[in-house]
């Protein structure tokens, strides 16, 4: 007699209050890491204002970024987010992008600490249309206004390693040459941010 048993694949038949009971565990299972993530969901936001040396030239710099992740216990974030900038020296400007892993850690419980971080991820730069890997520690002090929202001052030291190549360029006489960006580029960085 068929008492509204529910068919699995495999011709496996199972009553329905046990079907139920599945159904339960398998949005648990589901639901539990979700709401975990969205409490210890955290998100960064700042503009970065410094100074950057790209070969023999120093220009100024100042970027946005952005990071979202989780806070995996009351001192340790890791997540993810990008950052787009420019550069601009007295020869040239131009803009940058990356995307990068973020990792930051507080060294007190209250709410003033200092906190020291890392960005590492892939970088581009529009002038020379290059990809490169950027290199960015950190040290600071944050702030909590509250328990989900706060202030960051950071220094940081964001270095990127140009690969090997050539680029054209026209100068301001229309003559076409190639300018070799092989070399690495550095930035001190003042960052003020908020994280919420």
Known sequence: MYFGDKYLPLGIIVKESIMKRIYLILVALVAIPISSFAASYKGFVGCDFGVRKSSEVYGSAFGISTSHGAQIDKNLFVGGG??????????????????????????????VSPQFGVKIGPAWNAMSDATYLMFSPSVGVTFDASSRFGFDINLSYEFDGVPGGFYDHINNSNQDYRNDYRGSVGSVMLNFGIHF
């Not at 950052?83 to 709410?111: K, M, T």
């Open 82 to 111: 990008f950052q787009v900038g420019s550069l601009n020296s007295p020869s040239d400007s131009y803009s940058y992008s990356s995307i990068f892993i973020d990792g930051r850690y507080r060294l007190l419980d209250g709410a």
